[in-house]
């Protein structure tokens, strides 16, 4: 949206390396073009320059010097208890005892060795000679090989401090046979160790020479690349006004990249600021558009993704006023642009988010739009006017859709709303001649709200199946009492059909009573106990032979077969692809509430006091969810109760739908869904009204009588158990 309607900028000939450049070519403006050959360089040698990282750890060191220290000392202590006698007097210590002293280092000392020790009586002026010696190596940085390591040095990085400590190709490292002889040259000026004793005593102390340094080739290569990185890219600078390659010469890599960097750059300099605030500006709008969507949709659902839903149609609508402004600037004469841009269907959007949503999100929709075609309409503040007036007039005249033909007759509202609209934008901008002129913007204007129908119609349906969203005309479509589903009910079960019509009436009156939806309120109830096809005579008002087959079941056994009708209704309604909102009113219808009549039998039955769990006897749910499935609730019990109504009469139907109501709420049916009260009160008194007005007295007919006493009683006995029965419809079997 930002970036379509922009300047291209400058444009040089498709060149290729080896071509003839047939004019000078000027820089047009002060150019840096990045050097990248000498960049590249600059940061090899940098990469280069980088010493190599060894680890260098002092701690080994520091602990094999200490156990130096401590094996001396044992050593001094045991070699003293061996030189003297039972008496005190001096003495040499036996081979054991020698041995015993040898032992006392890490390795042992050699024979050699410990006669050189011995001679100066392991004295402790011999041990801090000795602990300086191997102290001085063991602090020096010592290899474990020489390596083919770099002249110019190393950097070492101190593990226990993190510094680093840079050696230079003049100081050496210390590999393991160096330091070696560091530490013979050292022994020879050691106070009282001859030659001879040089070999033996540096035999005890080499092995305790531990290399402390080891190469780190991460850390090396992590420095190497941060000090390349540390490297700006090197450009080189062209002034204004100089030439870039003359007219005959041949065009070069290097020439042919700066001629792509200038095109580059023109495309991009005039308008940086111009598209940083576009792109901020249409951050901000998807960020309060997507708060506006996710605060609605937690109470709407009839729209499941309604973010996704608003930013493809919008996006729809501007990828389509995108196209129709490039044909424009491509073909229509200058003169005719402005009003050949009247013609794009920008009413599109809101109405299909008004007829897949409602008009509330239309509208905030609408100022979405709007604002983003004024950025395709280089922030014409007429063109957003237009734009927000041709969306409104779309909304409103698309209010109710249960016609195809409804589409037209909202596009030639949008279309006359735009005429208006079109005559005093011009009237403002004192655009009134000539007369032409205002005559092309006028039929333009006209053109665009047909086309906006046209749209409609074409994309209304993708966008039905995409997102799964019922409207009027597919909730028309499934009226037709035509249907397979419906005729199938109507024959196998003829007391389920009559139901469901009668509470698709009821339904319908109590959705209207509260603003809900009527329609799909009476839609969904032809179809919400189509499971009782498959075994009708199971249902108390599909009983036609008089034999209650439930008398030949157990309480357990009856629940299952109420309880399974669901399951297969939902089973029939997918297979038969209705929409998935009238496949979830199936079982929410029932909720989870109590099959009472067959629960107070399996009370009845049961025998030593055997326990009936009430869970057993629920339907499996879920609750209503909406307003429209807890009115179906309602209207399915207290049609059911009002059956079983004697002498009809408000009172009467008052207290039926009271009672229903109660235990409904009291039961926590309701509680998943919105409704509040007032609804409730809505609810309850167009109930009363529908049920009265089907339930109402008529006068007697002169000359019959259809109430004689033994017909009457004859009826009463056959009729007691769907009495019974109907009574429990009301509270769940149904």
């Not at 009457?712 to 056959?718: G, Y």
Request: charged share 25%.
């Amino acid at each position: 949206v930002a970036l379509s309607r922009q300047n291209c900028g400058l444009s040089y000939p498709d060149f290729r390396p080896g071509d003839i450049a047939r004019i000078d070519i000027h820089a047009p403006f002060d150019l840096e073009v990045p050097d990248a050959g000498t960049t590249e360089a600059r940061r090899r040698a940098e990469r280069e320059g980088v010493l190599p990282v060894f680890d260098f750890d002092p701690q080994p060191g520091q602990e094999v010097l200490a156990r130096f220290r401590a094996s001396f000392r044992a050593a001094r202590t045991r070699f003293a208890a061996a030189s003297v006698d039972a008496d005190g007097r001096p003495r040499r210590p036996t081979p054991l005892e020698a041995e015993a002293i040898r032992a006392e280092f890490t390795p042992p000392a050699h024979l050699e060795a410990y006669r050189a020790l011995a001679r100066h009586r392991l004295e402790p002026g011999l041990e801090e000679d000795l602990v300086a010696v191997l102290g001085g190596l063991l602090r020096r940085p010592i290899l474990a090989d020489r390596g083919p390591w770099p002249v110019p040095g190393v950097t070492l990085l101190n593990l226990r401090t993190g510094e680093d400590h840079l050696v230079r190709g003049g100081e050496p490292l210390l590999d393991l046979d160096a330091a070696g002889r560091h530490l013979r040259e050292s022994l020879l000026r050691v106070p009282g160790i001859d030659a001879p004793e040089v070999a033996p005593v540096a035999g005890l102390l080499e092995p305790m020479l531990l290399p402390n340094l080891t190469y780190n080739a991460g850390e090396t290569e992590r420095r190497r690349e941060q000090a390349a990185a540390n490297l700006p890219t090197l450009v080189t600078k062209i002034p204004r006004g100089k030439i870039i390659v003359r007219k005959g010469e041949e065009i070069t890599e290097t020439i042919l990249a700066r001629l792509r960097q200038i095109e580059a750059v023109s495309e991009t300099r005039p308008q940086v600021a111009s598209l940083a605030g576009s792109f901020l500006l249409l951050l901000l709008l998807v960020f309060f558009l997507w708060r506006y969507a996710n605060y609605h949709q937690r109470f709407y659902t009839r729209v499941r993704e309604l973010f996704v839903l608003l930013i493809l149609v919008n996006l729809g609508g501007l990828v389509a006023a995108w196209a129709m402004l490039a044909v424009t600037d491509r073909f229509a004469e200058p003169a005719y642009r402005e009003s050949f841009l009247y013609a794009i269907p920008v009413g599109a959007s809101a109405m299909l988010v008004t007829l897949l949503a409602n008009a509330r999100i239309a509208m905030v929709s609408s100022v979405f739009f709007s604002v983003l075609f004024g950025m395709l309409a280089d922030w014409d503040a007429s063109r957003i006017v237009f734009a927000l007036v041709s969306n409104f007039a779309a909304i409103f005249g698309i209010t109710q859709y249960r016609q195809r033909t409804a589409l037209i007759r909202a596009g030639a509202a949008v279309g006359a709303i735009n005429l208006i609209a079109i005559f005093a934008l011009d009237s403002i901008r004192g655009e009134l001649a000539p007369a032409g002129r205002v005559g092309l913007d006028l039929l333009c204007g006209f053109g665009g709200g047909v086309l906006t129908s046209g749209l409609v119609s074409v994309f209304l349906p993708l966008l039905e199946t995409f997102f799964h969203v019922l409207t009027d005309v597919r909730l028309l479509e499934l009226s037709n009492l035509n249907n397979p589903l419906l005729r199938e009910l109507a024959l196998r079960a003829p007391g389920s059909y009559n139901h469901s019509v009668m509470v698709g009436t009821l339904a319908e009156a109590a959705a209207e009573a509260i603003r809900a939806n009527s329609l799909f309120c009476r839609v969904a109830a032809y179809y919400h106990d189509i499971g009782k096809v498959n075994h009708p005579e199971y249902y108390i008002e599909n009983m036609q032979d008089g034999v209650y087959r439930h008398e030949r079941l157990s309480p357990h056994l009856s629940v299952l077969v109420i309880q399974n009708h669901v399951k297969e209704g939902i089973e029939m309604a997918r297979g038969e692809g209705l929409p998935e909102p009238i496949i979830d009113i199936i079982p929410q219808h029932h909720g989870t509430r109590l099959i009472r009549y067959f629960y107070e039998k399996a009370k009845q039955e049961a025998k030593g006091g055997e326990e009936v769990k009430e869970e057993n006897f629920r339907y499996p749910g879920p609750k209503p969810q909406s307003k429209e499935a807890a009115i179906f609730m309602l209207a399915d019990s207290i049609e059911a109760a009002a059956r079983t109504v004697e002498e009809p009469s408000p009172a009467r139907f008052k207290v039926v739908i009271r009672k229903i109501f109660n235990d409904t709420v009291l039961d926590g049916q309701l509680d998943e869904c919105d409704l509040t009260f007032a609804d409730l009160n809505g609810i309850e008194q167009a109930f009363l009204k529908t049920l009265l007005s089907i339930y109402h007295h008529r006068i007697d007919y002169p000359g019959f009588d259809f109430d004689g006493s033994s017909d009457r009683a004859e009826t009463r006995e056959e009729v007691r158990p769907e009495r019974a029965a109907g009574a429990g419809r009301g509270h769940g079997w149904n």
